[in-house]
């Protein structure tokens, strides 16, 4: 099996038009019986070469567990279970998951797992908790299984083998990797190829609610914490670039954090029902980002000089921030090109744009600019509690979100944006929450998942 997206992991051809129709293919009940707080794609598009089909794979994350499903193209009837991973420390709670970076050039595993069994967790790796242990169940062909550990702290990370290849940038041409962030205050970085711990990004100071990765740079990873602060991580280097916070930050648990197309920008939302908008391409972020690429992971038996370690930067102000558009919790943010969707807990969805100038750009300017214009409220009936999250397909052409009774209401945003929404899916036994939705790239699939740990 061979990847076959671009540098960036875009498929090249991108679906546009609205459908007629949609169609649930299948749904799987996870075993862990938890809360399924996040769903997300790969960019990636890999190539079955014996079975002539296109696979595109999704991660899902809830309680103490991750999975990663396939779809095939040309088999829309079901979706098969690939890895499961499993926290050791059964009190973790993953608040949400996304793929980024890239793995050491290998294809992922070409083998599908099985069909998922709800009454086990047959194949499952355990993630380790400090020391990065990793324990494997899985089963490998023409073998019987065979349980591994590997402690990264100690003999992993101390071989130099894989330390060479680690350094060797040229070796990062693999599928995308897979980060997972809850309540453990770290974030999780697996090798979805070797199915073991690639890293562990350690920073914040409390639980950790979204994770996004820049558009235009694979390894640049935001995330957005109950600590009032966002990070900005460069994955590769495991390393934290700079932090977001402060003097005009939020003032409240950060929930959301999005990207703007062009990587320059990010907005984010939050409990102090404020969205700002902050400026990534400022002359000392940008500055950052750059040396932050020259930065070469250490192995744990490496004495690590003070003077050499990486000066993370703090910036305090964003370029737009208002608590004119929301009166609670603002859980969901997204760009959508030049404009922002915005969601609160008061069963609304706004569309709208902030008001931003060149001379808003001075941060010698006494007050933060915060007018601007409301373009279009969708209404969400039951959908009155916080962590429920929209999503859009990558053109902006179609909303999704799901409400507290399990239906999910799709609306048209892009030339024409509309009011009402053109499809209400529902289901006789999708009753409960519905957390998350989204659309793959090509916007020829959408998943859902929610309180019932079932993914539809």
Known sequence: MTSVSTSTGIPAKIHTKLPHGFKCTGNVKESHGKQIYCVAWSRDLFEDEGMDKNLQIFATCGGNAVSIYEVHEKQRSSFILRQGYIDMDKSECFYCCAFGGRCLAEPIESRPSQQYNPSHHEGAVDIGDDRDVVKSHRKRPRQENKEITIDLGKDEMCSNEVYQCLINTDRFNGPQLLCVAGTGTTIKV???CRRMLYSTLSSHG??????????????????ASKDESLRMWNVKASTCIAVFAGHEGHRDCILSVGWHSDGNQFVSGGMDTTVKVWDVGEPDVHNAILRSQAVKPQRWDMKVDPESKFKLIYEQMPIFSTNKVHTNYVDAVQFAGDLI???DTHNTVVLWKPIIS??????MQQRLPSEMIALREFTVNKCDVWFIRFSTDQQCQMLAIGNT???IKVWEIGTRPTKKHFANLIHQYCTSAIRMVAFNHDANYMVAVGDDATVW
Do not use: C
Not at 215 to 222: A, F, G, I, Q, V
Not at 358 to 363: G, L, N, P, V
């Open 206 to 223: 409390d639980d950790i609610y979204d994770l996004k990765f820049s558009p235009t740079d694979e390894w640049l990873l935001l995330s």
């Open 405 to 407: 009774i399990g239906e």
């Open 358 to 363: 060149k001379a808003s750009r001075d941060k």
């Open 190 to 192: 697996i090798d979805v």
């Open 341 to 343: 969707l915005s969601k």
